[in-house]
């Protein structure tokens, strides 16, 4: 078997994640994130691993009381074919979200 063969990825999942800054979240979801019903997120050291839901975001938002800037956060990351969000207090914010200053 080649190096290339025995490195494959064909029989694997690979996910992709948006990496945005915490900027785009208000302190309050921020703080609160995993709090809210159909989000799944991890606390990391500089802020939060999100998983982006596949199903319908406006419907999970509205199940879940999601704080408004979650929804567009979670399309644009499905938009963009990845699966995660790293929400990371170094990393840049984008022109496309609001931003809080907290």
Known sequence: MSTTEEFSVSDLVVRTFVDLSTAHLSKQACTDL????????????YGWLMYAPEQDADELAEEGD????????????R???CAYIL????????????????
Do not use: C, M
């Open 87 to 102: 929400f990371d207090a170094g990393a840049q914010s984008t022109d496309r979200l609001p931003t809080f200053d907290w």
């Open 66 to 77: 999601w704080p408004p800037e979650l929804l567009p956060i979670v399309k644009l990351a």
């Open 34 to 45: 995993n709090t809210y019903e159909g989000v799944t997120a991890h606390k990391t050291e």
């Open 79 to 81: 938009a963009n074919g």
